[in-house]
């Protein structure tokens, strides 16, 4: 079963553009999958756009026979004479409003808003957005005086309230990037040390928790097993010099050898010592001479 919660106050088919207001809601409604497998809206080219919001869910769509998907969060928006394509599926408990929408400024509003550079944009699930799409839908199914204004004003603030969400993940993003490069560097440059996260965190002014946190969602890694598999890696460049392991422990920073030891094995399944001969031996060319003797040297 296919749930649609729909209203418009034209039929939905009917996709002229609208000059009357700067940017109108047409038509409006929400997609929800009870027992259906899937669902796919591939037809001709309209004269409208469409805005969809993914409230649960995942959304495939499709721009030039290229499949792509966003979710929960989402916002997809196709401009006219695009080719509509897109599907949903059972599996993922799709949630999702839509709205076709018009008007004689909709080219200017999207730009000043930044909604055109492309067609689908990461937001968050907003309750607001829930709101104003059951507003719209309200207004143009019941049809009481002044529900064409009512919806002009309702479009304009769902397209300023997508913006402005859309906007505020992008700054936190882009600060989240700058705060996380700072911790790369205070590990590259402080690995041979003992180095804290709360010591980092305290120094950056955040929560050693919503750091960690942080982290670990952009790394896929703790900051622990980050730095850890760091020092490994110099580790590993160092056994191949002069140095003794004691001293590779000490100058990647592990408290003492044995712990390097057990650490670098978990790691990399042998023990510093066989790393080290391992990658010797292949570093050397050996070399028979006429009398049997064998000759190694580094290639």
């Not at 700058?178 to 440059?189: A, G, P, Q, S």
């Not at 960690?212 to 890694?221: A, C, D, N, V």
């Not at 044995?258 to 010797?280: C, D, W």
């Amino acid at each position: 079963m296919l749930s649609i919660n729909s209203s418009c106050y034209s039929s939905s088919e009917i996709d002229l553009p609208n000059y009357e207001y700067p940017v109108i809601a047409t038509s409006c409604g929400r997609h929800v999958l009870y027992t259906h497998d899937s669902f796919c809206v591939n037809q001709k080219k309209r004269q409208d756009y469409q805005l969809l919001y993914v409230k649960h869910g995942t959304i495939y769509y499709y721009i030039d026979k290229k499949q792509y998907s966003i979710s929960a969060g989402g916002i997809l928006i196709y401009k006219p004479s695009e080719l509509l394509h897109y599907e949903f599926f059972l599996k993922d408990a799709p949630d999702i409003y839509w709205v076709h929408f018009t008007g004689d400024n909709v080219d200017n509003i999207l730009g000043e808003l930044n909604l055109s550079t492309k067609h689908a944009f990461m937001g968050t699930i907003c309750p607001e957005y829930d709101t104003i799409f059951d507003k719209i839908i309200s207004e143009l199914l019941n049809r009481k005086l002044h529900f064409m204004d009512i919806s002009s004003i309702l479009m304009l603030e769902l397209l300023y309230t997508i913006s402005r969400d859309i906007c505020t993940i992008t700054y936190i993003s882009s600060k989240n990037d700058l705060i996380l490069e700072k911790v790369l560097e205070i590990f590259n440059t402080n690995y041979p040390n003992k180095i804290s996260i709360t010591s980092i965190a305290k120094e950056l002014n955040y929560s050693s928790s919503w750091l960690s946190k942080t982290f670990t969602k952009h790394f896929g890694l703790s900051p622990k097993a980050y730095l850890t598999n760091l020092r490994i890696e110099k580790a590993k460049s160092m056994l191949l010099s002069t140095m003794s392991i004691r001293q590779v422990a000490e100058q990647t920073g592990f408290p003492d050898q044995m712990y390097f030891s057990r650490v670098f094995t978990n790691a990399e399944g042998i023990t510093p010592s066989q790393y080290r001969q391992k990658h010797l031996d292949a570093s050397f060319v050996s070399t028979t001479k006429k009398d049997g003797t064998i000759i190694k040297r580094r290639e």
